[in-house]
T-cell receptor, first 116, second 110 residues
Framework: GAGVSQSPSNKVTEKGKDVELRCDPI?????LYWYRQRLGQGLEFLIY????????KSGLPSDRFSAERTGESVSTLTIQRTQQEDSAVYLC??????????????FGQGTRLTVV | GQQLNQSPQSMFIQEGEDVSMNCTSS?????WLWYKQDPGEGPVLLIA?????ELTSNGRLTAQFGITRKDSFLNISASIPSDVGIYFC??????????FGTGTSLTVIP
């Protein structure tokens, strides 16, 4: 597609359930990022995939969070045993490989997760 | 970890006024990006800067890449109500990831 696509746009889940969020990056973008944004807050880095390198998982807040990416395409962010503190907007972004000149990141519209 | 500090944290201005915000880092960046986030939306890229000292305009927006490569400025002239939102600076670090600023929240009073 023309831009970064995320689904679902909104998700309401019960505390303790698992959720899976999806991101389709811009075609040709080898780098993909997940960020979390709590209400009224800035962007909190979660995980970064770059090409075939091992992902940078340093931002994942707990072992309940995990993410996968198939090649240079779709990525899924999974949150297990959701807690109310997980309620936030989860943003995905993609870019060309870092190190390439004039690299820019483009964002999806986010998935708003509400844990009740 | 790396952090980009933005100031001011929030601004309340009258429609028609000019706005100025900045972003500073303890590390050098080779690219500076400025994003705007409307309520309920993902951040959208406004301006990209690739060269120290570069001054780039996009309509009423003007951004500058600081000579030291550790800061950047964004100015908005003659603000209008639709300028409301959160403005983020960002920079990529080669081999790492994009780092984002803490954000400047702008409110324009008609």
């Amino acid at each position: 597609g023309a831009g970064v696509s995320q689904s679902p746009s909104n998700k309401v889940t019960e505390k303790g359930k698992d959720v899976e969020l999806r991101c389709d990056p811009i075609s040709g973008h080898t780098a993909l990022y997940w960020y979390r944004q709590r209400l009224g807050q800035g962007l909190e880095f979660l995980i970064y995939f770059q090409g075939n390198s091992a992902p940078d998982k340093s931002g994942l807040p707990s072992d309940r969070f995990s993410a996968e990416r198939t090649g240079e395409s779709v990525s899924t962010l999974t949150i297990q045993r959701t807690q109310q503190e997980d309620s936030a907007v989860y943003l995905c972004a993609s870019s060309y490989l870092l190190g390439r000149p004039n690299t820019e990141a483009f964002f999806g519209q986010g998935t708003r997760l509400t844990v009740v | 970890g790396q952090q980009l500090n933005q100031s001011p944290q929030s601004m309340f201005i009258q429609e028609g006024e000019d706005v100025s915000m900045n972003c500073t880092s303890s590390s050098i960046f080779n690219t500076w990006l400025w994003y705007k986030q409307d309520p309920g939306e993902g951040p959208v890229l406004l301006i990209a800067l690739y060269k120290a000292g570069e001054l780039t305009s996009n309509g009423r927006l003007t951004a500058q890449f600081g000579i030291t490569r550790k800061d950047s400025f964004l100015n908005i002239s003659a603000s209008i109500p639709s300028d409301v939102g959160i403005y983020f600076c960002a920079g990529p670090r080669t081999g790492n990831q994009f780092y984002f600023g803490t954000g400047t929240s702008l409110t324009v009073i008609p």
